[in-house]
């Protein structure tokens, strides 16, 4: 059975079997030079349906590795990562790919919105890869945004909405496909302090509606807002009591 045969499957029928949402098994990352950068030490992490985590750490401990991993944009070094269960690290790309479209919302710290696209687009554009049906994208993507606040701007561009409206249409587009696991980086780095007030009560919101959420922060107030906290300093991983 590949990935793909198992992204329509309907969830397993005993609680006791459903598999953590994200679960690392000793996973490594280490980048070549002389010498090699071991950017991610042996990591163990299982993180359940609706759990909301925050990963801290300071600049050059390792966050965005992690993340990148989690995201499935870059493979561990040795380790298993298996997503709802799915064993990914040998996985192939195109499987990968799947994966990543059907199971992942991203939000990133630059917002990374196409700016000849409008609002809408934006958050449409995200519907087409990740298995939503045709007829259900509109209504499915103006839903998004009206759940972060922007239904009286779906036909601007990005260009001209305020960071912290953009990382709310960011935060639209990451949710309107229904993913497993919403993985945020530093989604509050570029917003002032009201702005990154909005993004967390929207993540609260999320958090509440069910969705797992994996936010990665520097900043410890940020941190704070998760229910479960883990550290990551040089690389390795340690679990906040
Ligand atoms: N492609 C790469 N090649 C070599 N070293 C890398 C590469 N990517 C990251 N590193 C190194 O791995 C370590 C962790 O980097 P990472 O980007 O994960 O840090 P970070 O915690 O996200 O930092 P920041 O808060 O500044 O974004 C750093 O020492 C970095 O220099
Ligand atoms: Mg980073």
């Known amino acids: 059975m590949t990935v793909l045969d198992l992204l329509g499957d309907a969830p397993p029928e005993s609680p006791s ?3 953590p949402v994200v679960e690392l098994r000793g996973v490594t990352r280490q980048f070549p030079g002389d010498p090699p950068v071991h950017a991610l030490h042996p990591a163990d992490l299982r993180v ?5 985590l925050s990963v801290v750490g300071p600049s050059g401990s390792g966050k965005s590795t992690l ?3 989690l995201g499935l944009l870059d493979r561990p070094s040795d380790g298993e990562y298996l997503l709802d269960g ?3 690290a040998h996985a192939g790309e195109r499987e990968r790919a799947a994966l990543r479209a059907g199971h992942i919302g991203f939000v990133f710290q630059a917002f990374h919105l196409l700016p000849h696209r409008s ?4 958050v449409l554009l995200a519907t087409i890869y990740s298995g939503v049906p045709r007829a259900e994208r509109r209504d499915r993507a103006v839903a998004a945004l009206e759940r972060v606040g922007l239904s009286h701007r779906l036909d601007f561009p990005p260009t001209v ?3 912290g409206e953009r990382q709310r249409t960011a935060v639209a587009r990451a949710v309107v496909s229904q993913p497993r696991v919403l993985l945020a980086d530093e989604p509050t780095g570029n917003l002032d302090s009201e702005s990154s007030e909005a993004v967390l009560e929207l993540f609260d919101e999320l958090h509440a509606g069910g ?3 994996l936010v990665i922060t520097h900043e410890d107030d940020v941190s704070a807002r998760a ?3 883990v550290r990551i300093a040089d690389g390795h991983l340690r679990e906040i009591a």
């Open 17 to 19: 079997e459903v598999p």
């Open 119 to 122: 609002v809408l687009e934006n």
């Open 86 to 88: 799915i064993p990914t």
């Open 227 to 229: 229910q479960r906290r």
């Open 161 to 163: 909405l305020s960071g």
């Open 48 to 52: 359940g349906a609706g759990e909301y």
């Open 211 to 213: 969705l797992t959420l």
């Open 67 to 69: 993340l990148n991993l």
